[in-house]
């Protein structure tokens, strides 16, 4: 497994924008699939965005267009740009990478949407 750190969560007003980002202990961009899911309280995690090994993206329809996601091979990061934020945004955001099935996350940063 790989260890994988989240940070640039927090609180921020309905239409603003947050960079999160994902510090990974090692070259690990290829060939895992990397991810960021969410999760409200009380619920099972949800993918919110994907960046497969080969370059492709895919993303929930409810972020489409608002969430980019990024990486950064030379520093092991990857990001989830969120902006025009909405309150149902509020949640715990992790970090996944995937490989042959066998999933690491990240401890979750929180990420709050409210005026």
């Known amino acids: 497994q790989v260890q994988l750190v989240e940070s640039g969560g927090g609180l921020v007003q309905p239409g603003g924008s947050l960079r999160l980002s994902c510090a990974a202990s090692?070259?690990?961009?290829?060939?895992?699939?990397m991810a960021w899911y969410r999760q409200y309280t009380g619920q099972e995690r949800e993918r919110v965005a994907l960046f497969t090994s080969d370059w492709r993206t895919d993303y929930a329809d409810s972020v489409k267009g608002r969430f980019p996601i990024s990486k950064d091979h030379a520093k092991n990061t990857l990001y989830l740009q969120m902006t025009s934020l909405k309150p149902e945004a509020t949640a715990v955001y992790y970090c996944n990478a995937r490989l042959r099935g066998s999933d690491s996350w990240g401890q979750g940063t929180q990420v709050t949407v409210s005026s």
């Open positions: 090692g070259s690990i961009f290829s060939p895992y699939t």
